[in-house]
């Protein structure tokens, strides 16, 4: 590729709403351009990075024995009734009709279409396992898109979905998909983690994560690096954290006020009745502005929906992450007593959680419902009235495991996660198949998504600098770039760069030639932006001593090469 002959449009400055590097970068380097809140193009350069990604994930997922095929984008609302999503799913759900007022929703994911296909297709034992996947477009209404590719609206999901007679073989392809899984993400280049993890909306009972490590993420992780424990913070079942139960405190009743507001707040931010079990939250949520201060809410709730009391207030010593306050600061920030949070609370430190850091991106909740158990969780607006249970106060960096060694936290954004479904689409859509005995049987199932897009975007989080990304050699939108100084008036820099362009190509490498004859510094810019991994500069002045000077992204010099050496240098 040429430059002169491509599209490329740096820009100096990121939008005022990018809040995350991979945002700013991405649209700074020209790889999106935003058409709508969490709607992007992928423009050239990105798109390039995104189909290297797919390839990658693609071949291991054939690897692994997965068939691919391609479901629709616009899926039929009967479907999503009969597995009773249509309802559940609640807002994030986009419905729309046709010209017949007929009902249809984008695919978040394709579970239903999937089960359907395999009701139809599948009817005897001798076709299982069978695992079918696709790279589609998926949409989701976030409550708050942003930074980018990594909360869009519009986004792309490669996901698979297993059949298996039983769940035992189930068990089997899950196994294969999360090995699967630790190959794709090993081969993009990233340094991730894979956490036991909450099933959310897709259901199922059993997960794993995988997260790839960032500062930025969304996401909060721990594990025990003497063991191999490792789970989302959200998750319910983390084994060696299952807070104690407490008994349910009376505190709560006594300070109720029965004549409090309708707590309607809350049930509009949630998009549905508040549940019966929720009796108090406690949350906080990090500005949408950069300028706005951090707030936090204490919202105490009855089970009735009722609200005793609504209080914002701004707790200090949040800046670097999140704390637990304590009783003090509760009853000075908020003026009542910790008591109010719950019943697990009556004792000791209260559990709130709070990050003021703009770039950590998530709305923090913890909870107590009436059996004492606690709530806490991101994305709490989807996962509150089945929020997982946890006893933050466990949690601390460094903390002792009870199983032996210490807990760490580390930040994490999820760019894949893998399910054991068992039969909750399969049963509902009677997704059958004849046993050997001749017995209609209900097919096992599995679930494995991982975010194409989102992984573009978790890279650049993970790796860039203050001048732009650096991307990992697997999914960069070239490998290498020529950059020649004087392509257009020295014919012996012409003659080698054009050579060496024409070897790499032979070579199979990603490279580009920038024949733009743009002056050195803009040239240098423009590609330490982009993060094009490896960059060759072919110069009179190194040919004099027959040289090219070849840095590495991440290096701070570069190495004079000869020549004639330049090609396996750079392989
Ligand atoms: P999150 O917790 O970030 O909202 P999720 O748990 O809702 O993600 P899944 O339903 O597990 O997402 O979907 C599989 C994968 O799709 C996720 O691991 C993530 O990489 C990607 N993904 C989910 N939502 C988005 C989004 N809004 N934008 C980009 N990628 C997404
Ligand atoms: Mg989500
Ligand atoms: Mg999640
Ligand atoms: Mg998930």
């Given at each position: 590729m040429h430059a002169s002959k491509y599209h490329i449009n740096t820009l100096k400055e990121a939008p005022s709403e990018a809040e995350v590097a991979s945002h700013q970068l991405m649209t700074r380097a020209g790889m999106i351009r935003k058409a709508a809140g969490g709607i992007y193009s992928y423009m050239p350069m990105g798109l390039k990075v995104l189909r290297k990604i797919e390839a990658i994930i693609r071949e291991e997922m054939n690897r692994a024995g997965a068939i691919e095929l391609l479901m629709p984008v616009v899926q039929p609302a009967e479907l999503w009734v009969e597995s009773g999503?249509?309802?559940?799913?609640?807002?994030?759900l986009l419905r729309i009709k046709d010209r017949h007022q007929r009902d249809f929703v984008l695919q978040p994911t394709s579970e239903e279409v999937i089960t359907d296909i395999a009701r139809n297709e599948i009817h005897s034992w001798r076709q299982l396992p069978v695992n079918f996947y696709h790279i589609q477009t998926k949409f989701r209404d976030e409550r708050r898109p942003r930074f980018g590719l990594m909360r869009g609206r519009e986004f792309i999901m490669k996901d698979a979905y297993s059949f298996d007679r039983d769940e035992e073989a189930a068990q089997l392809s899950y196994d294969r998909m999360y090995e699967a899984y630790m190959r794709i993400f090993t081969r993009l280049g990233l340094e991730f983690r894979a956490v036991a993890a909450d099933t959310g909306a897709i259901g199922g009972s059993r997960s794993h994560e995988f997260q790839v490590i960032?500062?930025?993420?969304e996401d909060l992780i721990v594990y025990n690096p003497e063991s191999d424990y490792a789970a989302?913070?959200?998750?319910?079942?983390a084994p060696c954290l299952i807070p104690e139960r407490a008994a349910p405190s009376e505190a709560l009743q006594k300070t109720?006020?029965?004549?409090?507001?309708?707590c309607e707040l809350v049930a509009e931010q949630l998009g549905r009745p508040l549940t019966d079990t929720v009796k108090s939250i406690v949350l906080a949520t990090d500005p949408v502005e950069k300028s706005e201060p951090v707030k936090i809410w204490l919202l105490l709730l009855r089970g009735d929906h009722e609200l005793n009391e609504i209080k914002t207030s701004k707790l200090p010593g949040f800046e670097n992450g999140y704390r637990f306050a304590t009783e003090e600061e509760i009853v000075e920030h908020f003026g009542c007593m910790p008591g109010y949070l719950g019943p697990l609370n009556t004792r000791k430190p209260v559990n709130v959680i709070a990050d003021t850091t703009v770039a950590n991106m998530s709305d923090f909740i913890c909870g107590a419902n009436e059996e004492g158990y606690h709530y806490t969780g991101m994305n709490w607006v989807r996962d509150l009235p089945e929020a997982p249970v946890f006893d933050l106060r466990n949690v601390v960096d460094g903390d002792p495991d009870p199983k032996g060694g210490s807990l760490r936290i580390q930040r994490g954004i999820e760019v894949g996660h893998v399910f054991f479904l068992g039969d909750k689409y399969s049963r509902a859509l009677n997704a059958t198949f004849l046993e050997t005995d001749g017995k209609p049987t209900i097919m096992q199932m599995g679930c494995y998504g991982i975010g194409v897009s989102r992984i573009a975007a978790a890279a650049i989080e993970q790796n860039h600098d203050s001048r732009g990304i650096i991307w990992p050699r697997a999914i960069a939108p070239f490998e290498v770039v020529i950059c020649p100084l004087g392509y257009h008036k020295s014919e012996t820099v012409r003659n080698i760069a054009d050579t060496l362009y024409a070897e790499l190509q032979a070579a199979g490498v990603d490279v580009m030639l920038d024949d733009r004859d743009t002056r050195p510094g803009i040239m240098f810019a423009d590609w330490e932006l982009i993060g094009v991994p490896l960059r060759v500069t072919v110069g009179e002045r190194g040919l004099k001593d027959g040289v090219v000077e070849i840095q590495p992204r991440r290096a701070s010099e570069a190495d004079r090469v000869a020549c004639d050496a330049a090609l396996n240098h750079v392989l």
């Open positions: 999503r249509f309802k559940e799913y609640g807002p994030e960032a500062d930025t993420g989302n913070i959200e998750l319910a079942e109720a006020t029965p004549d409090a507001p309708k």
